[in-house]
């Protein structure tokens, strides 16, 4: 579930799309560093052993395809289909990157490390496959992307790997900079040759990621208060309006009046808003009541929110045809 996000930072590429710094997000959780598991954290290995660890396989392009799913139906951000396999792919890279890297800076688990991450990733499977808002999810993701349980599993061990690395980073501090900074992008790039990607495919890749939609003027007077730029909408080939820029929180609070509202939805729905949740939201906007007016006029404002999210939704599809 949502609720269970590591490190939200992981969506550094918000508008730009850089390297990311975290697993995939709502996702992955952080392996936490018990007292009685540090003692297992790092073996020490020669060259060779390092030489096999390198070469052992090679880069897992399933899984960039995977996370890109996820980004665009899970992430807290709405993406076109372009963004949200750019995204994946480079999250895939960066995840992988840090590992390798730290593999050469002579940081590995040993069997029981590895064997807890293993069992932390199937629990946190099986709950995320036994949540009925998940289901046609789960059914379209493994169906689209041909993929089995097995595999998943696979993609979110090295979600969970990653997570408990980069933070070991920083506590062990391993593969550091002298300035104690860690040049993700730089060791993103150095690691890009073992991908079989070269960065002209990632140029052409990001050149496809189409335009924001241009904001209709003047704009109209909607329910909710439209403080930010990427609040601004138009209309779409139906006449509803939707959001113009694509790449935007939609989990935003808007004003303070409305937080109540949302944690109050939230706990409701079980899950933060997300596009596998948006209907699950409209309808328990529908079925809320109040004896406050104030707050029944607010959740009418934050209902025409939520339509246009919707709306905005359904403007961006997702076909797995590469």
Do not use: C
């Not at 269970?4 to 996702?27: A, E, N, P, W, Y």
């Not at 991450?117 to 789960?138: K, V």
């Not at 929180?249 to 949740?277: D, Q």
Request: aromatic share 14%.
């Amino acid at each position: 579930m949502m609720q269970q996000q590591s490190k939200k930072t992981v969506l550094k590429f918000i508008l730009s799309l850089i390297f990311l710094v975290g697993g995939v997000s709502g996702i992955l959780i952080i392996l936490g560093e018990d007292t009685d598991v540090k003692q297992h954290d790092i073996e020490e290995v020669d060259e060779m052993e390092l030489e096999e660890i390198k070469e052992e396989e090679p880069f897992p392009i399933w899984m960039a395809d995977v996370a890109a799913f996820e980004f665009f139906y899970r992430g807290e951000f709405i993406l076109s289909q372009e963004q949200a396999k750019y995204a994946g792919l480079k999250s895939i890279i960066a995840q992988k990157a840090l590992i390798y890297h730290l593999t050469n800076n002579g940081y590995i688990w040993d069997d029981f490390r590895t064997e807890l991450n293993r069992s932390a990733s199937e629990g946190l499977m099986q709950n995320e496959m036994n949540n009925p808002l998940l289901q046609d999810y789960f059914d379209e993701l493994f169906e689209m992307l041909d993929i089995t349980e097995e595999d998943y599993l696979n993609y979110l061990i090295l979600g969970k790997e990653y997570d408990a690395k980069y933070a070991s980073l920083f506590e062990k501090r391993i593969g550091l900079d002298e300035d104690g900074a860690f040049a993700e992008t730089e060791v993103a790039l150095n690691y890009l040759p073992y991908t079989g990607i070269t960065e002209e495919q990632l140029d052409n890749l990001a050149s496809k990621i189409p335009k924001d939609l241009q904001p209709m003027d003047p704009q109209p007077t909607l329910s909710f208060s439209q403080q930010v730029d990427y609040l601004t909408v138009t209309m779409d080939a139906e006449g509803d309006y939707i959001f113009t820029t694509g790449a935007y929180p939609y989990g935003l609070r808007l004003e303070e009046r409305y937080w109540t509202i949302f944690n109050e939805l939230e706990r409701t729905v079980g899950m933060e808003i997300a596009r596998v949740s948006i209907d699950a939201y409209i309808e328990a906007i529908a079925n809320y009541s109040n004896d406050d007016p104030e707050k029944m006029k607010a959740v009418q404002e934050v209902d025409e929110y939520f339509e246009i999210i919707k709306n905005t939704f359904d403007h961006y599809t997702f076909t797995w045809n590469d």
